[in-house]
């Protein structure tokens, strides 16, 4: 097992990893909490494949177990389902001295941490992300949000967990469009901070071979993003690197209605056109697109979207542009390596451009 620890002073939390963590979650999460009672957060889809191990595990350390399952589906991620999740919280009897836990994929790490943020002003919790995304990105850093018809995360909270589990066999019954989907953001941190992990990705024979390793790349994104997120909690510097083919990617997937491409496969166009652009301005070394084409090829991730230039612009949010306003692009210099670089509105259309 791994532990990194996320150094916050009186935020600070452990992320542990291991295969079969879930059924040890009892006793870990004892260790952190004096609660009576556990709210056990989860989707149709993964309360179905785990929700009585879970609460099993939690009994068995003597917390009282009120599971909350909520539709599977990023449209759960709205204040309806916030409210009937605020109703099951009420009903169950939590108090501001228990405990929720968030057992499911990126919807569920936000919806039940801004439930837990939230209700009574604030309860402790738990993730036990159990989607590739989840243990490498949203279980860790305390981003909590739901969704609006207006947008995406428009209402939310930085409101870090109190311990992170990560049991990377439950990666084993993740649908491999998913896997996929989650390793284009393995493959972004290897962009922006560690060459070396981009390589080890580049270089595995078969998704076999990839499972057999995941708990090691796991913990190397883990550590990145525990280290970025200790320096920038609030994200308003060096966090921003995490956005690295974001810009591009929240685009193609707003082009898509978010039903044609998954977040990582977006995010994945988004880094590929993007070092296109910057390769041909000279700040990112040559060959830079070429290695990360090959890698998204390798693992099936789609290296382009049917959109024009003007409609990605315009999800881009460039229609809504105040003048004078800047965006702040992550570009690459090499693989591994990343800079921030504030870009005028106007300067966009060179850098989203599709070839
Ligand atoms: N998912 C990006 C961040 O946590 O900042």
Same mark, same amino acid.
């Given at each position: ?164 589990? $990560?049991?990377?066999? #439950?990666? +084993? ?8 989907? *989650?390793?284009? =953001?393995?493959? &972004? ?102 290695? $990360?084409?090959?890698? #998204?090829? +390798? ?8 959109? *024009?230039?003007? =409609?990605?612009? &315009? ?41």
């Amino acid at each position: 097992m791994s532990i990194i620890r996320v150094n916050l002073g009186a935020k600070s939390y452990n992320i542990e990893i291991a295969a079969g963590l879930l059924d040890t979650a009892g006793e870990k999460i004892r260790s952190i909490s004096k609660a009576q009672r556990a709210a056990v957060i989860s989707d149709s889809n993964v309360d179905a494949l785990y929700g009585k191990r879970l609460q099993a595990a939690l009994a068995g350390s003597g917390f009282k177990v009120t599971r909350i399952v909520f539709p599977a589906g990023e449209k759960s991620k709205c204040l309806a389902e916030l409210a009937k999740i605020y109703d099951r919280l009420a009903e169950a009897g939590i108090t501001r001295s228990d405990l929720v836990v968030a057992l499911g994929g990126g919807v569920t790490g936000d919806l039940g941490g801004f439930a837990a943020a939230t209700f009574l002003r604030g309860v402790d919790y738990v993730q036990i992300p159990t989607s590739l995304l989840a243990q490498i990105d949203s279980s860790v850093g305390g981003k909590v949000a739901v969704d609006l018809p207006a947008g995406k995360n428009l209402v939310g909270n930085f409101y870090q967990p109190k311990l992170v589990l $990560i049991d990377t066999m #439950l990666l +084993k019954t993740l649908p491999v469009r998913f896997l996929h989907d *989650g390793l284009a =953001e393995a493959i &972004k941190y290897g962009c922006i901070r560690d060459r070396a992990l981009f390589e080890k990705i580049a270089a595995m024979r078969d998704d076999d071979e990839l499972l057999e390793n995941i708990g090691g790349i796991v913990e190397r994104c883990c550590a990145i993003k525990a280290e970025i997120v200790e320096h920038d909690e609030f994200d308003t510097g060096e966090r921003m690197v995490l956005n690295f083919g974001h810009t591009i990617g929240h685009a193609v997937e707003k082009c898509s209605n978010y039903e044609s491409f998954t977040h990582g496969e977006a995010v994945g166009i988004g880094m590929l056109l993007l070092t296109r652009q910057t390769e041909l301005f000279g700040l990112t070394e040559r060959e830079t697109a070429a290695a $990360i084409y090959d890698v #998204l090829k +390798k693992y099936n991730l789609p290296v382009d979207a049917d959109y *024009g230039n003007e =409609e990605l612009l &315009k999800a881009a949010g460039m229609d809504k542009k105040k003048s004078g306003s800047s965006i702040t692009l992550v570009i690459l210099k090499n693989i591994g390596t990343s800079f921030l670089q504030k870009t005028n509105w106007q300067d966009l259309p060179e850098y989203i451009k599709r070839g």
